[in-house]
């Protein structure tokens, strides 16, 4: 389903401005010009994970360590640096809360504006447009302008419009933790039915029950490499043991 083969993303940080007239007049007058030093930050490092279809893979580790970046290479937002992304199936990705809406149009508009998006047509968005909207109890707030949005609005609509059809994979990135407890609850149990429907789960959290309770294996990630992949209880413990000594 999901082939990530010696996998690397690297990101260059050595990108110098100036930004007063006083280090404009030294760079163009000094004698001895310096060259511009080059760095480079590599996120991902040798990736190699295969997920088969209907797994539920969650993936745990600090911030920084590379789970948001992984799972935009598999969704097709970054093109990785090195290596080889394969995927078969279509994929409906949860990564950044508002992606793909527009903050200056209304909960209506970015309903039909999202799911163009995510490649569903106009007659299929309006044929679902109430489940959405229902599912979602933005009700009273359709007319409002996003921007005047919450996170958890945001998640609850964005999580709606994704979810309305069951995808082949689906990529989560900390989105049910975001919202109040009850709709974190209904989430859970849509993705539930998704998952017991056959969709391939990539999930990213830092709730480590939340892993335990869902997913069938676990990827510790750490300093953009995988450090442990396996059974979900057991990676989970030892991630954690090794965040209680730090």
Request: proline share 2%; glycine share 8%.
């Amino acid at each position: 389903m999901v082939r990530l083969t010696n996998v690397g993303m690297k990101f260059n940080l050595g990108i110098e401005k100036s930004f007063s007239f006083k280090e404009l007049f030294i760079k163009t007058f000094s004698f001895k010009k310096k060259k511009k030093k080059t760095e480079y930050f590599w996120a991902l490092k040798n990736i190699n994970l295969d997920i088969k279809k209907g797994e539920v893979i969650g993936f745990v580790g600090s911030n920084g360590a590379g789970k948001s970046t992984l799972l935009k290479v598999v969704s097709g937002v970054m093109k990785p640096s090195t290596g080889k992304v394969e995927v078969n199936g279509v994929i409906s990705p949860m990564i950044e809360l508002g992606a793909g809406f527009d903050v200056e149009l209304t909960a209506r508009e970015n309903i039909f504006l999202n799911g163009a998006v995510l490649g569903y047509s106009e007659k299929f968005i309006k044929e679902k447009y109430q489940e959405i909207v229902d599912f979602s109890e933005l009700h009273d707030f359709l007319e409002a302008p996003i921007k005047n949005f919450s996170s958890g609005m945001i998640a609850r609509l964005a999580f709606s419009i994704a979810t309305i059809v069951n995808p082949e994979i689906l990529i989560v990135d900390e989105i049910l933790s975001v919202g109040d407890i009850n709709f974190q609850e209904k989430s859970r149990k849509k993705m539930q039915e998704m998952i017991d429907g056959g969709t391939t789960v990539l999930y990213v959290s830092h709730a480590l029950d939340s892993v335990r309770s869902i997913c069938t294996r676990a990827v510790w990630l750490e300093h953009g490499e995988i450090k442990m992949i396996g059974d979900t209880n057991e990676v989970c413990e030892a991630y954690y043991k090794q965040e209680m000594k730090n």
